[in-house]
Structures are given as C-alpha cells and as structure tokens.
C-alpha cells in the first residue's frame, strides 16, 4: 500500500494530459487528473475543436452560395452566427462528455480545480474558495503549449491572449466591460484584477493590427471593449446600428 493517495498525479487535462492519465492507468497505476476548467484543455474547448466546427459552418456556408454553378437549386441563403455557435458548442460538449467517460472507464479519479505544487509530494487543489490537498508519487505536469498563425505570420503571443483572441473572434460587434471579459473568457479570476485585461488587450491590438486588417479591437470609452471582423457580416451588424 502507497504512503501518498495516489501513484501519479497528472496536471492539466488537455490532449497531452487526459490521453497521459489513461495511459499511466493502464500501466495499473492509481491516478489523478486535476484540471483547473474543462477537460480537454485549449484544443477542445477553445482551439482545434471549435475553430474546426467554425470553419465547417463557414464551408457549408460558401458552397451554399455557389450550389447553383452545379445545378443544385436552393432557397435564400442566409447565415445566424449564433446558430453556428450553437453547433459549435455542441460538439465541444459531446467530447468533453465523451473524455469524461474514458476517464471513468479507467479508473482516473478526475478532481476540479487550480493545482499548485506544494512540495515534492504535495498538490493543493483549490476549487470556488476550498481547498484539497493530494499526495503522490510522482507529478506529470502538462500545462499549455501555444502558437498562433494569423494571416500566415506567426504571433509571439501568450495563452492568455490567444484564448481572449479566440473569444473575442466568436463574438464579433459585441461589447464587452472588463469583468464581463475576465468572467467569461477565462472563467475564474486568474490574475485577481480587471486592469490586467486592459495590458492584454493593448498587446493583442498592437500584434493584430500589424499582421492583418480585418480584424479591429476598439475600445468603447467608459464601457469596455468591441471586437470587430471585417467580413460581410459584420459590415452588415454595423450598418443596421
Ligand atoms: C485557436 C487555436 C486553434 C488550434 N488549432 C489546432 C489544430 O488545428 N491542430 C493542432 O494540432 N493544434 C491546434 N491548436 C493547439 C492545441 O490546442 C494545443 O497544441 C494543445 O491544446 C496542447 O495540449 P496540451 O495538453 O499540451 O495543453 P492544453 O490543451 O493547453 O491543456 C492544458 C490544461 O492545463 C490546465 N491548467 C493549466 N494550469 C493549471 C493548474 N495550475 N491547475 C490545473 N489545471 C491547469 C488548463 O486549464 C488546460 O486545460 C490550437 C490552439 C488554439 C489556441
């Protein structure tokens, strides 16, 4: 019998961290998945996944428009944002669900929360104000890799940034205040300040408008912040203000 409450403990739920624990369990091991937000990591909720089913919704959308150059006769073609995020999220939920169930199956205890190594054996597990502490063996962290292409150019650009990127994408001509954006693009308060929302911003602004010039990140004085796409859509969401 072990003197710590798990063999391994793996940080992070991502691609690398969900498909580590199942394989460390079935090694025989007794493991522990501890993510601070959703399982599957960057890739399933807020990276490959969703800009995929964005992309395909994007696709069906162009090969509407010129369905008739092959003789397919269609109504009117329209297309509602919101419905593709509708689509969108569904199949980011399907996943996590899916992922949820591999753990399960393999025995991999899955434990909410913000993990911080208190020493060689020790994690805390701090979830809505109460914390746990775990002991292992051994530790696996797999916390992040990033990088991001717009318009082909590479951008040195923080996590952090890329995810406020990404969620500011899938809300176009929306405005959003400081709290509304630290609540709803990293879900719990990383950084303990809505000022800080305001250092990412000016980065993400500075690196955006000199890659490309579709996309625009405005400040609303007094209010917060609106991120606009120069596509057909959202010169359309303008124009009807
Ligand atoms: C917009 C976008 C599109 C992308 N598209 C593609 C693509 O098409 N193909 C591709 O191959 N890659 C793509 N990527 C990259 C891909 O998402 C990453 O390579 C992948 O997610 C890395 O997996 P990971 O497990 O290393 O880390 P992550 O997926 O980042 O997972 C790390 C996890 O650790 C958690 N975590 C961090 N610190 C703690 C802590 N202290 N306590 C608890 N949990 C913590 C985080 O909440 C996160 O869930 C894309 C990324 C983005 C941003």
New binding site residues.
């Given amino acids: 019998m072990s003197e710590y409450s798990y063999d391994i403990v793996v940080?992070?739920?991502?691609?690398?961290?969900y498909e580590c624990a199942i394989r460390c369990a079935q090694y025989g091991k007794k493991v522990a998945l501890?993510?601070?937000?959703e399982l599957g990591?960057?890739?399933l909720n807020?990276?490959?996944i969703p800009?995929?089913a964005l992309l395909h919704g994007a696709e069906m959308f162009e090969a509407a428009k010129s369905a008739a150059d092959c003789g397919v006769t269609l109504g009117e073609v329209g297309f509602d944002f919101s419905k593709l995020a509708e689509y969108k999220d569904g199949v980011v939920n399907k996943l996590r669900t899916g992922i949820a169930g591999l753990e399960k199956a393999h025995g991999v205890k899955v434990i909410k929360g913000?993990?911080?190594v208190v020493d060689a054996h020790t994690l805390s597990v701090e979830n809505d104000g109460n914390t746990e502490s775990i002991t292992f063996d051994k530790l696996i962290i797999?916390?992040?890799?990033?990088?991001?292409i717009v318009d082909g150019k590479k951008i040195d650009t923080p996590p952090k940034e890329?995810e406020l990127l990404?969620f500011l994408a899938s809300n176009p001509n929306r405005v959003f205040t400081r709290s509304q954006l630290l609540d709803e693009v990293w879900g719990f308060d990383y950084f303990g300040d809505t000022r800080t929302i305001d250092v990412h911003v000016k980065r993400l602004r500075e690196k955006l408008e000199n890659v490309s010039d579709q996309w625009e990140l405005a400040t609303v004085w007094g209010v917060g912040y609106k991120f606009k796409l120069n596509t057909p859509q959202g010169a359309a969401a303008d124009s009807a203000k």
């Fill in positions: 940080l992070g739920a991502g691609p690398g961290g501890v993510e601070a937000r990591g960057t890739c807020r990276g490959c800009t995929k913000f993990g911080k797999n916390m992040d890799s990033y990088e991001l890329i990404f």
